[in-house]
């Protein structure tokens, strides 16, 4: 119980609430509504177990990197706090876990479970030889509204592409601001990000350009699903919180970077999720004309 304490702490279990709400946005979509308990709790498990493997691997694989940065040194492999077999135990854990409940949704579904592993677990690979390793972890969570789309439904739905893009580039915009904060390690050790390719001014304005691109993407899906008003005052309300979190990140002050990384994240993804429940509950309304 101990090391499984560990683990969780490792892993961050909580920060599920980035992809989590919009995963569930794309459950609903599919069902119009209420899919029922037993798809709910499939694509829950399956969305945690999946982003819980792909956290354990990245850092099984990068335990060696974190013990060299003094910002990562802490963590509980580097640290000696887990060992890595144990570590791996919960990987695989996890693994069967999630294509358990792809097999018990539907054919479709198992079917891609192996694509979705590829690119969750394969992003801790990436900064070894790409800067644009930011966009394939905004992918690997991007996926999560289109994987719960297929869940309910066993297709692919044009709509939930659009909020795949979205938080695609949600995800990538906001990992460069936290990258922010390795700049100058990663040179050293010559591993590749965009801080540590452009510098942090670039950086931070390629981040602003994705975030532009995540608003546009969320009224696009708003557009496409034929969403009532309040869906769009949602995707304005991530626009204003997604311009606060630019504007608290300097390339000289770097002080407020995890209140923007975690804290405002969280505000966003939650309130997207309200806002498509409310337009939800507008459409599908008996009062409406």
């Given at each position: ?26 459950m ?40 060299e ?45 192996p694509?979705?592993?590829l ?7 990436t900064?070894?030889f ?46 460069i601001i936290?990258a ?7 040179r ?12 942090r ?15 546009i ?8 699903l ?35 990384f ?28």
């Amino acid at each position: 119980m101990k090391s499984l304490k560990i683990f969780l702490e490792m892993v961050k279990i909580e920060h599920s609430i980035f992809a989590l709400p919009f995963a569930l946005i794309g459950m609903m979509w599919a069902a119009n509504g209420w899919p029922g308990w037993e798809k709910f709790g499939l694509i829950v498990v399956a969305m945690v177990s999946c982003r819980t493997a792909a956290m354990a691997f990245n850092r099984i694989v990068d335990r060696h990197i974190d013990a060299e940065n003094p910002r990562t040194a802490m963590r509980a492999i580097p640290a000696g706090l887990l060992a890595p077999s144990m570590a791996t135990i919960y990987l695989v854990l996890s693994i069967v876990i999630f294509v358990t409940a792809a097999a018990m949704l539907n054919p479709l579904a198992v079917a891609l479970s192996p694509i979705a592993l590829l690119f969750t677990l394969g992003y801790s690979f990436t900064k070894r030889f790409t800067w644009l390793c930011h966009f394939v972890l905004g992918f690997s969570l991007g996926i999560a509204p289109t994987a719960a789309w297929i869940g309910v439904s066993g297709v692919i739905g044009t709509p939930v592409l659009a909020l795949t893009a979205a938080v695609t580039f949600w995800t990538a915009g906001f990992d460069i601001i936290y990258a922010l904060q390795d700049d100058e390690f990663d040179r050293e050790r010559g591993l590749q990000s965009i801080p540590a390719r452009f510098g942090r001014v670039a950086a931070l304005w390629i981040s602003r350009g994705c975030h532009v691109i995540t608003v546009i993407s969320l009224i696009g899906a708003g557009i496409l699903l034929s969403a009532e008003p309040l869906y769009f005052v949602g995707a304005v309300f991530a626009a204003g919180l997604l311009t606060y979190e630019q504007s608290m990140v300097k390339p000289n002050d770097l002080s407020k970077v995890n209140m923007a990384f975690f804290t405002l994240n969280g505000y966003v993804s939650i309130g997207v999720f309200l806002f498509a429940l409310l337009d939800l509950w507008q459409r599908q309304s008996p009062l409406k004309p």
